[in-house]
């Protein structure tokens, strides 16, 4: 397997681990953990391949995710709770940074 195949595969793996833990908030090295690469390569390698930081890609998935469970009628508290944020103030940053 060629390098290219091998750091196609290492950010497909980290993408799904992120989609899978999203709501937990995986940091930097849990993430570069999961890829088999240094936090700072991985930090690279990511924002080569997929566009964007590891950072920023955690909370586009997450805004999807508040906006689903907002239009379920859920509160601001419980939305924050179930992304895994810490109050409603880390919900509302969110929001702000990205919309």
């Known amino acids: 397997m060629n390098n290219q ?3 196609f595969k290492r950010i497909a793996r980290a993408i799904a681990f992120i989609r899978q833990n999203h709501s937990a908030q995986p ?3 849990e993430i570069a953990k ?3 690469l240094s936090p ?3 930090q690279r390698l990511f924002s080569e391949w997929a ?4 950072k920023k890609f955690i909370q586009h998935l997450s805004i999807q995710h508040a906006k689903s ?3 379920e009628g859920k509160t601001l ?3 924050s709770f179930e992304l895994g ?9 969110l929001f702000v940074g990205i919309e």
């Open 77 to 79: 508290f419980d939305t």
């Open 27 to 29: 940091s930097l090295d």
């Open 69 to 71: 469970v907002l239009q």
């Open 85 to 93: 944020l810490s109050s409603t103030s880390r919900l509302h940053d």
């Open 5 to 7: 195949e091998e750091n």
């Open 51 to 54: 566009g964007t930081s590891p």
């Open 40 to 42: 700072a390569h991985f």
């Open 34 to 36: 999961e890829a088999g």
